[in-house]
């Protein structure tokens, strides 16, 4: 009987850590960009040392914690649809072999949608509850902030689920402000201000999702129309998707540019931002020169996360620079 007992328990123990895996893949808790946005906030407030606490650091981890949650919700939902309508049957199937169907548990059949459906509606309360804490113990509670919060909140979980908004053609609009939500939030319950210069980051920010979610989208193109999805990549020609992707990343170097000319920014930080901007053009070129879309987009995440930490230098140089 003993005997039994502990030969079954590995058995239970490994299926156990299996489901968890199972769950963290219908999370996307791999893909940590998105959150990675919160080191924006801190690195704008932590100068001085002096005036960073342990509640702001609170503030913080409640938030960071709140958006995990609520992200895994919105993807998990994401899913449920993608999986109901056909289309990552058709981006993750057997004549996609560039798409892993592992990173789709419904599709792989590793989860049913009933499951799915538990996992994001208990991650979105989750969200909603670490999120009000996070207000609760804020030194500042900035009514834009509040309404920036809560409208990401049930928006997310109406991207691609119940209204569908992703179906209407505010894709590539709400992945930019998502990010940038992201970045100013957490920002105003530190300070209850609003920064010229944050906000330029926060839309950089969310040009990091915005850009590997448009390569995403030329590589689901076919997916995305048979089930009525209206991507630009999906409602355009192959050429007029180049245009416009090409059109994205020179908006990007841009905005860091009329950032440095108008004073929004320190007149540098367009200087600082020139590694990510040639890893850019390098991701353009790798997708629709050399036609690697895949391989682009994977690009695309570097250039998300060396912008980040070039911003968080900027941040910390005028943090700097204002405590001299």
Known sequence: MTDSITAAHPAATAHGRGRLRTYARL????VYDYYLGIFLALAATLLPLGAFTAGKALVLALFLVGEIAVLMAM?????????????DLANYGPDNPLRSKARKPLVAGALTVPQA?????????????????AVAVAPHRPPWALVAAAALFVVSLQYSYGLK??????????????????????????????????????????????????????????????????????????????????VLSATEFLIGALASLTGAAPWWFVLLMLPATALRTRQYLTGFVRGDIMTARRTGFAVHRLSVVLMTVANLLVGWGATR
């Open 165 to 246: 908004i992703s179906y209407h053609g505010f894709q590539e609009v709400f992945l930019v402000a998502l990010g940038a939500v992201l970045v100013i939030v957490p920002y105003g319950l530190l300070t209850g201000e609003y920064s010229g210069f944050l906000m330029v980051q926060a839309v950089l920010f969310g040009f990091g999702p915005l850009m590997f979610g448009v390569y995403s989208n030329t590589n689901d193109v076919a997916g995305d129309r048979a089930v009525g999805r209206p991507t630009v990549a999906a409602l355009v020609s192959e050429r007029g998707n180049a245009v416009f992707i090409a």
């Open 27 to 30: 999370g996307k808790l791999d």
């Open 117 to 133: 459906l538990r996992f994001a509606w208990t991650s979105a309360a989750a969200g909603a509850v670490l999120w009000a804490a």
């Open 75 to 87: 993807v998990a939902l994401d899913d449920v649809t993608g999986f109901r309508d056909g289309s």
